[in-house]
Nanobody, 123 residues
């Protein structure tokens, strides 16, 4: 059974930082592309970022480019999302996602999802 468990969400002031983590089990993590998506209240879920199996390739949504950084530790089966210079419009539930490919794209639907973690940015 594949499980993705996010942590690290919370309330932060605009301009602040948060680091999300996603621990993965039940999946061959080291050959799986990973990603983060988010869904704000009343809006559709949207792509945030993805990282290839070996961490050498990353893709970011324009809205987070230069502020967010995705990384992974294959020894720990964990993917991270460092979020800096947070804005109120970053407020959303953030979902970790795994894909059964080495390299994912912004438009390829992931194969597995975490339960989500709330990030709230106050102005």
């Amino acid at each position: 059974q594949v499980q993705l468990v996010e942590s690290g969400g919370g309330l932060v002031q605009a301009g602040g930082s948060l680091r999300l983590s996603c621990a993965v089990s039940g999946l061959t993590f080291s050959i799986s592309a990973m990603g983060w998506f988010r869904q704000a209240l009343g809006k559709e879920r949207e792509f945030v970022t993805t990282i290839s199996w070996n961490g050498r390739s990353t893709v970011y949504a324009d809205s987070v480019k230069g502020r967010f950084t995705i990384s992974r530790d294959n020894a720990k089966n964990t993917v991270y999302l460092q979020m800096n210079s947070l804005k109120p419009e970053d407020t959303a539930v953030y979902y970790c996602a795994a894909s059964r490919v080495l390299v994912a794209t912004a438009t390829r639907p992931p194969d597995y999802w975490g339960q989500g973690t709330q990030v709230t940015v106050s102005s």
